[in-house]
């Protein structure tokens, strides 16, 4: 395998959505509020969408979504929608779009973006594969006059409407603003990728003039008058008329006369919605915070001497010239930071250790035991991060029933006086709320015995320094590991569940009112139990303190300590998962095909939409959520989990889940959903003794008894060998996450890059103390305390020396993408802008 083909391109995207202002009233209205909500999507293709905010014209959302980008895509788009309750629609009422190749300019802070207007032909997605000839005219029976030779070969990408695409493709000559000649496809059904092959042939001449064989090769400019138009429709059934899924244009004056021209190009919107959005309309303004990552990771050779230089951090004394603290030191936002070293030190297995030497020098900074790890400190998000990546199974196992449980009753929870409504009973609210909260106290403190072991032991490790530096606060041991597991942990899940994966439902205001009251008192009592200082409690609010004081007992005092004694211990015995009560690892509408059929019919109605769960030990659906499941899969049935061809089904987001006698094919609501179904459940599968090595990327045809000959092979029966290789999972033993040491290395490759400056400012600031120079460097925003100014500096002059390496790498990568690829391919469609800003940024560097 040549290097080139050895690179990945890994990108993935953090959005929070704050909030929108000014959005215009709405018409006939009393006050003109609208009920406001939010969407995301790539290109088109929905991806996430936030709680609708009512009675409103300033939404404020503040929703996070995280997720791994599975396709190229031109445009992040937010739409901002209203939701018309008569009419039982929806209403775009616009959208921020931004390129992809401009993430990068905002990454990482807040900004307002204006809201531009949304019209449908603006709306498109796709490319379009052409071929176009000029033939010269020829002598019989007198001058025939040149034609223009149009093939249309094939469409990629094309974008769905109302759930299917039907495209076929319209092409038209243009003199001027004079429409001479138009010809057209067949229709194409239900695909996104439609083969047409299809040669139109187009006369040249003009009503009324002549034009001979010479005069026409000479007078080349004649050729500018003429303009092909090729459109693309999709074919509608029914009064509302075809819908326009974009547009080329091609001067015929850009087409040699020889060679002629075949390429790809981008499909555009039309031309009047383009000149109508950049028109000021006033639609508002929605605030957005963007974190975008794009990663081209190398093999894995390259990132030996950076990977082997951050791995030796814990044996480095004093642990301050240690490469991973200097990480930590340049960059402010320590989460960026955390999030790939504790990966890379989870997967080599050095994370217990890396934990050790931040928390002791944290500690050993510190005189109050009140302030420890109070601070946004390398250590604190690292163990912020530690807890996220191990404990998602055990956070759900522990609060999903509770969690459930709010989200489906809706009771009212409200206690603050000048919050209730009229006809709102206080005791009726207080009486919801205690029992909720006691249910989360009680499921979290009988817990212990399901916590991870590397949990456990980074807890192990942070009492024992408590104990070591502050002998005399007993108390110490128990707040430092609740400042964590409790206010980091427990009480953000409860707080934002949809955030942390326990949930796919919008959540109404006031559900949403009820987990943060629940959140806010499960932190205020473990602070009061693990402390014992409820006298000296200022309540911040007084209609709470009643709440607080019936959680003030010796049995709940005991219960916490009992379980924040037993998490710190690292000779804790996990209770068996086999045993263990089914956990939801992930749930979800989505398509499939009728299970079970003797053969494939191509048409829609074999699919039917169902509710997917995947628990701890099954794969199951059923016509609706608690109702009998239809078909239940044994995890240790799943023989592999991978995409499915979009022809097999001319149809996105494909995949299947392959058990030993047959295959469920089933369709993903959008590409991310797609991803994450497809690794979680090879995640969960991935120990079967079983589980299979190849298999066919196509789909079985009983009729033929053969797989759709497309990239698959023919094979004569379903159980027959596959013919590609299965993905490969690379999953740490006991913590099921997967892992990519190189793509981890990579990312903190390129945090290092863009800090170099301040890198090269402490390099020079180190020769000058080392030479007893009087004159001092300045380093901005830094707050340095270099213990050893040799060591810094030799793990300095390293570090820099391991970047610029692969960054001349990354280059030389970079400059062979560029010249290898053709302006034109399929890769690199003309009027692909984002490619040009590559092509610019690389070729000329």
């Known amino acids: 395998m040549s290097e080139e083909n050895e690179v990945r391109i890994e990108e993935q995207l953090r959005v929070k959505i704050g909030e929108a202002k000014n959005i215009p009233p709405r018409n006939g209205s009393v006050n003109g509020y609208r009920d406001v909500y939010c969407s995301l999507c790539l290109d088109k293709e929905l991806i996430f969408r936030t709680s609708v905010v009512e009675k409103t014209l300033n939404p404020f959302f503040g929703e996070e979504f995280q997720f791994e980008i599975p396709r190229r895509f031109r445009f992040l788009t937010f739409y901002v929608h209203d939701r018309e309750r008569s009419a039982n629609r929806d209403k775009a009422l616009g959208k921020v779009a931004i390129k992809r190749d401009q993430l990068k300019q905002y990454n990482g802070k807040d900004h307002w973006f204006a809201i531009t207007p949304v019209d449908a032909d603006s709306e498109v997605e796709g490319k379009i594969f052409v071929e176009l000839k000029i033939e010269q005219c020829s002598k019989s029976n007198g001058f025939a006059s040149p034609r223009l030779i149009v093939n249309v070969i094939e469409c990629s990408d094309l974008g769905i409407v109302n759930g299917s695409c039907d495209p076929y493709v319209v092409a038209t000559l243009y003199h001027g603003i004079t429409r001479l000649e138009t010809k057209r496809t067949k229709v194409k059904k239900k695909t996104t990728c439609p083969r047409f092959d299809e040669t139109f042939y187009f006369d040249l001449s003009i009503k009324g003039q ?3 064989r010479n005069s026409f090769k000479l007078q080349n400019t004649t050729l500018s008058c003429f303009e092909i138009r090729i459109m693309v429709m999709h074919d509608v059934s029914g009064v509302f008329g075809n819908v326009f899924l974009g547009e080329i244009k091609i001067p ?8 002629g021209i075949k390429a790809w190009y981008l499909l555009r ?13 006033d639609k508002g303004s929605l605030r957005l915070k963007i974190e975008y990552t794009s990663d081209y990771v190398l093999s894995s050779r390259h990132y030996d001497p950076l990977r082997n230089l951050l ?30 070293l504790v990966k890379l030190f989870i997967h080599y297995e050095k994370i217990i250790a890396f934990i050790r030497v931040l928390a002791e020098r944290e500690i050993s900074k510190v005189t109050d035991p009140n302030t420890i790890f109070r601070g946004n400190t390398l250590i604190s998000k690292c163990l912020d991060e530690l807890m996220k990546l191990i404990g998602m199974r055990y956070l759900h196992e522990t609060l999903r029933d509770t969690i459930d449980k709010i989200l489906t009753e809706k009771k ?34 009988n817990s212990a015995l399901m916590c991870p072991q590397l949990m456990c032991e980074a807890f192990g490790v942070l009492k024992e320094l408590a104990l070591q530096y502050f002998p005399d606060c007993r108390e110490v041991c128990y707040s430092v590991i609740s400042g964590f597991i409790f206010l980091r942990f427990f009480a953000p899940a409860i707080l934002n569940p949809k955030l942390f ?28 139990v693990s402390s014992r200082c409820l006298n000296s409690q200022v309540f911040k609010e007084d209609y709470m303190a009643f709440l607080y004081k019936s959680f003030f007992t010796d049995q709940h005092i005991e219960s916490t300590r009992v379980f924040l004694e037993l998490i710190s211990s690292s000779a804790i015995v996990s209770v068996p998962r086999m045993n263990a009560i089914p956990v939801i690892l992930k749930e979800s509408l989505m398509m499939k095909r009728s299970h079970g059929k003797k053969r494939i019919h191509l048409k829609f109605r074999t699919f039917k939409k169902r509710y997917f769960c995947l628990t701890t030990q099954t794969f199951f659906y059923a016509k609706a959520k608690n109702k009998t499941p239809l078909c239940q899969i044994s995890i240790s049935d799943i023989l592999a989990v991978e995409r499915l061809q979009e022809e097999s089904f001319k149809m996105k987001n494909m995949f299947q889940v392959v058990q030993k006698d047959r295959a469920l094919y089933i369709q993903a609501n959008n590409c991310v959903e797609e991803k994450e179904w497809i690794d979680i459940l090879t995640k969960v599968c991935q120990t079967n003794q079983n589980r299979l090595t190849e298999y066919h990327p196509s789909a079985y045809i009983g009729k033929t008894n053969s797989y759709i000959p497309l990239l698959s092979c023919k094979a004569t029966n379903e159980s027959a060998p596959g013919c590609c290789p299965v993905s490969v999972v690379s999953v740490p033993a006991d913590i099921g996450v997967h892992i990519d040491p190189d793509r981890e290395v990579a990312r903190i490759h390129n945090i290092l890059l863009n800090h170099i400056k301040t890198i090269d400012d402490l390099i020079t600031l180190c020769i000058s103390k080392e030479q007893q120079s009087s004159e001092t460097v300045p380093i901005e925003e830094s707050n340095f305390i270099i213990e050893d100014y040799a060591s810094f500096n030799d793990t300095l002059k390293e570090l820099k020396k391991c970047v610029m390496r692969l960054e001349q790498a990354h280059k030389q990568y970079m400059r062979r993408v560029c010249i290898r690829t ?8 003309i009027g692909d802008d984002n490619y040009l800003m590559m092509l610019a940024k690389h070729c000329t560097s």
């Open 210 to 212: 002549n034009h001979d």
């Open 412 to 445: 009212p929870c409200e206690i603050d006086p000048s919050r209730l409504k009229d006809g709102d009973n206080l005791s009726e609210n207080l009486q919801n709320l205690t029992n909720y909260v006691d249910n989360a106290f009680k499921a979290i403190t």
């Open 269 to 281: 919107p039309r031309e009047v919605c383009l000149k109508s959005e950049n028109k000021k309309c």
């Open 252 to 259: 015929l004056s850009d087409v040699p006369l020889e060679a």
């Open 501 to 528: 994966e326990m949930t796919d439902q919008q959540i109404d205001p006031q559900t949403s009112r009820s987990l943060t009251l629940v959140s806010k008192t499960v932190q205020s009592i473990v602070n009061i």
């Open 822 to 829: 053709i302006y034109g391919s399929e890769q690199a469609p």
């Open 311 to 340: 791995l030796k951090s814990p044996e480095i004394r004093p642990i301050t010239s240690s490469t991973a603290c200097i990480l930590g030191e340049i960059v402010s936002n320590k989460v960026q930071v955390a999030q790939p």
